[in-house]
């Protein structure tokens, strides 16, 4: 039987948010902000074991506030200086298989679901990889470097917003940790999806719920509010 392995990314330093202490940690519903994502796992009830990825400076806050939560097989890891190799460092710490599934998720993401995690596995069994994300439901324009004038539309029934938990298979993972990607930090993949392109490879697409939000800014901190009293 499969495995299922959790890696919550929770590393960053709020500085477009505000504050001296990192989105992670900001209260929602009088918890935070992190803690959501856990309990969705949770309440899922079919993980091997979830990883929590923190940057060095917060780790202890961290463990404070993640232990009544965290199970025997859990875990607590330092992060790096990029998002991917953040990701990297939660990878290094599973002992996952070629038929395991590793759900990668950020910890500003609060809301999905059971029923979604459920979709995201089945899809990365046929795909080897997969994401949630939304269709885009707006115009989009491509602008000219460095402009503030359109260059061209682009068709939006092309288009899709990626969101997390995104999902892979350990077989793709040992062949992705196989091909290196550069060391300068502004190539590195800025997701799953990046990452798999990197082989030529396709990742599959579950549709989700647009209440699936990046909180980023103090409005978004209002908008997952409203949204958590709905």
């Known amino acids: 039987m499969r495995n299922l392995y959790a890696i919550i990314l929770a590393g960053g330093v709020g500085t477009r948010i505000g504050g001296d202490t990192p989105k992670q940690f900001i209260r929602l519903a009088g918890k935070p902000l992190f803690l959501h994502s ?24 961290l463990e404070k506030e993640a232990d009544p939560v965290l199970e025997a ?19 290094s710490s599973i002992p996952y298989d070629d038929e395991d599934i590793i759900l990668i ?14 979709e995201l596995v089945g899809s990365a069994q046929i795909f080897g990889a997969s994401t949630l994300a939304t269709a885009a439901t707006e115009t989009i324009v491509r602008v000219e470097e460095n402009s503030n004038f359109t260059k061209e539309s682009v068709p939006r029934s ?39 392109e990197t082989l030529g490879k396709q990742t599959g697409i579950v549709p989700c719920s647009s209440k699936n939000i ?11 509010t409203e949204l958590l009293k709905s």
């Open 38 to 61: 856990i309990e969705v796992f949770r309440s899922w009830g079919l993980l091997k074991s979830l990883t929590l990825v923190s940057h060095k400076d917060w780790i202890l806050k």
């Open 73 to 91: 097989n859990d875990r607590i890891v330092e992060g790096g200086a990029s998002r991917h190799l953040s990701c990297l460092a939660g990878i």
């Open 105 to 118: 998720h950020d910890a500003a993401r609060p809301f999905f679901t059971t029923s979604e995690l459920d």
């Open 158 to 196: 092309l288009l899709y917003m990626v969101k997390t938990p995104q999902a892979v298979t350990g077989k793709l993972l040992k062949e992705l940790l196989a091909n290196p990607v550069s060391e300068d930090i502004s190539l590195h993949p800025t997701d799953l999806c990046s990452w798999v």
């Open 214 to 224: 990046k909180i980023t800014t103090p409005t978004d901190v209002i908008l997952a």
